[in-house]
């Protein structure tokens, strides 16, 4: 289909030939393109996906099936931060929501299932990643999809740090 015919049909043509994955992973399916707070949707879709699956997962083996899903999301999330970055021209595009969902994976490692502690790992994770406390600000200078998605992993051990602090006293339970 030629740009005429896309503009007949009420569609706009593709910009560039760039692959589709970086968009589909950076906006985590489409979540990020959900306003307002485009952040806390990805936070909030991280959570009831991982309350669906991790119920799904032998309790003894759930802490490095955290672990992993987090590496996972990592590793492929820095390459996409990167491309859906520089074909925007942002250095960081809100919609890239994928820096929250590996954020949020970190700060549910080794947490009991439960509304509770699922909850209570949103907020914290929220909270770290947009108050951003020493040094996670810095992490946000890294190149690229690295500063992208390695500042939301620093707010993720820093709300798993508080999240554990919270269990362990018994301040939170399941």
Known sequence: MNQTAGSE?????????????????????????????????????????????????PTASRTWATIVAAAVVTLIGIPAATLVARSSGLKDPQFVVIDEVAGQLVTLIAVPLGWKSFLAGLILFRVFDIWKPFPIRRLERLPEGTGIVVDDLGAGLYALALMHLLLHFGLLTK
Do not use: H
Not at 27 to 35: D, H, L, N, P
């Open 9 to 57: 049909l009420g569609t706009s043509p593709p910009q560039r030939d760039e692959p589709l994955w970086p968009i589909v992973v950076g906006t985590f399916f489409g979540v990020g393109r959900i306003k307002p707070a485009p952040g806390t949707w990805g936070s909030l879709a991280t959570v009831m996906l991982w309350a669906l699956a991790s119920s799904r997962i």
